[in-house]
């Protein structure tokens, strides 16, 4: 019997890829399911998007083998749209690597920078494959606390008490996901500051700036970060690319070089129209944001009500994509989520897939059509 290997004894399918075959199960079964539990845009990419990538089949490098760096435009699309949304700097000869989404930038940050058993600061609650891809590369996950308390924001007081002579590296994602609290610069300052006081490379991964955000905020925007900072970036949310997996990582050219140096071993570059594709979306407006968000803004309206029905608390001034809600008193989220997925046939996301800290809390996707929405409501009168 061909046995596996160790690294995976510590970590578990993605909750979603498990949880999805009974949900699809109980929708071949004829149950009429209404998915709020994924955070997949259902809205389709701009039109011109779509034009770019069907004229670039017909160009003649588009089937051949690409850059592992992209396509030079690629890499000063990316530039303009930084100087031009956060008013940030970057050269796209070497301080821009693109990637095919930022998921797998995780696995490439981990690999270029963490040994076995050096440690990581995770977010408590936090995207689960913070934590999977630090146990995958045989380092070792260390949680930090976020609570509801403290504006979802790292408790820097806490930290310093931690022993962090093995941190060589912290994850952190503002907007914040799960939780929809936003960023600012104060706290990116804060971030800097104790990564170079403890020389612990800070990554921020940054997909939800533009998404019900009137102050999309970059780490870069803090004098001295690209010393000690990554960030990843994607265009999977805001541009409704998901599927094409179009990211980026940013930062200064010999940590963007040590990223690449496991990049190039593990694909042979984006395909062609994909990039072109990604060009055509950076070059959107002001109006592009303003149109999505005018959607979203519907629907989270609709999503609040919803989660009023289930005696649920908010908070209304959230960014992001979700609406992270608070259950009533002694409700454990996923025996929650299981009632709401056999008795009212609604999917949603138990918080506690996102540690133990989100026990008690539920999340809500906006990527469902408002009359779903109206139906979800319809089945709680």
Not at 263 to 279: L, P, V
Request: charge should be negative.
């Amino acid at each position: 019997m061909i046995t596996t290997a160790k690294r995976l004894d510590s970590v578990q399918e993605y909750y979603f890829s498990r949880k999805l075959k009974e949900v699809r199960q109980l929708m071949f079964e004829g149950k009429p399911i209404i998915n709020m539990g994924i955070g997949s845009p259902d809205l389709a990419p701009h039109s011109s998007v779509i034009e770019a990538i069907q004229n670039a089949l017909f160009d003649k490098k588009a089937h051949e083998y690409q850059s592992y760096q992209g396509l030079p435009e690629l890499r000063q699309g990316f530039a303009d749209f930084y100087a031009t949304n956060f008013k940030v700097a970057l050269n796209s000869v070497n301080e821009i690597l693109p990637l095919m989404g930022s998921k797998e930038g995780i696995m490439h940050v981990s690999l270029a920078f963490l040994n076995e058993n050096d440690e990581v600061l995770i977010p408590n609650p936090g995207y689960p494959t913070y934590a999977s891809v630090t146990e995958l590369v045989q380092a070792k996950a260390i949680y930090y606390d976020l609570s509801e308390n403290n504006g979802w924001q790292p408790d820097f007081e806490e930290l310093e008490k931690k022993d962090l002579s093995k941190v060589k590296l912290m994850w952190v994602c503002y907007p914040h996901m799960p939780t929809g609290a936003n960023a600012t610069l104060d706290l990116y300052q804060k971030l800097i500051d104790f990564g170079k006081k403890h020389n612990i490379l800070i990554v921020n991964d940054n997909p939800y700036s533009f998404v019900l955000n009137n102050n999309p905020l970059s780490i870069f925007q803090i004098e001295g970060a690209k010393e000690i900072a990554l960030e990843l970036n994607s265009l999977s949310k805001t541009f409704n690319m998901a599927g094409w997996r179009v990211g980026m990582v940013a930062g200064n050219a010999s940590l963007i070089d040590a990223v690449l140096k496991v990049k190039s071993n593990m694909d042979s570059g984006m395909f062609y129209g994909i990039q072109k594709g990604a060009i055509a979306a950076l070059q959107l407006g002001k109006d592009w944001f303003e149109s999505q968000n005018e959607i979203y803004t519907k629907r989270r309206n609709l999503i609040f009500q919803l989660a009023q029905k289930m005696n649920c608390t908010f908070d209304i001034n959230s960014v992001g994509l979700f609406v992270w809600a608070k259950l009533p008193e002694g409700k454990q989220s996923e025996e929650f989520i299981d009632y709401l997925l056999y008795e009212k046939h609604l999917f949603l996301t138990p918080g506690t897939i996102f540690g133990n800290n989100g026990e008690g809390y539920i999340r809500f996707s906006l990527c469902v059509k408002e009359e779903n929405i109206v139906e979800a409501i319809k089945r709680f009168q």
